[in-house]
């Protein structure tokens, strides 16, 4: 005997009573965990911050470390030693990120209880990354070092734009508050 969710009135039943004993639904029983969330999906701005966690965030990751490793021989030029290491690096990291966010949007679109942790825990890594990161390891080159801290400043505003913006709709929407609070 195992014990499963009503669909109805949200309450534990035995899989081998006739009926909710609550409120009387029929097919509560023959109803999993599982099976009552699977046939709900995002839509809308949840759909959307799918989409962003899993495709387009990745994609920016990766880009951004990719360009930055094919112009490696200009750096090499102004600073001989240790560029390729700090690149290697950031592109682990890059791909580390890319990766967890692909898992966050995952589990958000199967709605799955710890998606709200993960998706935090992405939009933190995320981040510490776009503001930490550049500040360590990215040197302006000589001569244009306003241009450094111009890109600097808008990379920074880009990133927690972002993290605001995904973090607020996680915690406050309607819907991700709904969504998840029927499990």
């Not at 009503?6 to 409120?23: D, K």
């Not at 966010?101 to 998706?119: I, K, Q």
Request: hydrophobic share 45%.
């Amino acid at each position: 005997m195992a014990l499963v969710i009503c669909p109805e009135c949200r309450s534990s039943i035995s899989t081998n009573a006739p009926s909710c004993p609550h409120c009387g639904n029929p097919t509560a029983p023959t109803l999993s965990n599982e099976a009552s969330s699977s046939g709900k999906r995002p839509h809308g701005w949840l759909l959307v911050t799918v989409f962003t966690f899993t495709f387009l965030s990745p994609a920016r990751l990766i880009f951004n470390g990719v360009n930055d490793f094919l112009h490696l021989g200009s750096f090499n030029e102004l600073y001989p030693h240790g560029w390729e290491l700090a690149l290697v690096i950031t592109l682990s990291i890059r791909t580390m990120i890319a990766v967890y966010g692909v898992f966050a949007g995952v589990l958000l679109w199967r709605l799955r209880p710890t998606a709200l942790t993960h998706s935090r825990h992405y939009l933190r890594a995320t981040l510490g990354f776009g503001i930490l990161w550049p500040m360590f390891w990215v040197m302006p080159l000589p001569g244009r070092e306003a241009e450094f801290i111009i890109s600097y400043c808008i990379g920074v505003f880009w990133t927690f734009s972002y993290f605001i913006a995904f973090w607020l709709y996680l915690k406050r929407s309607k819907q991700v508050i709904e969504a998840f609070s029927r499990q």
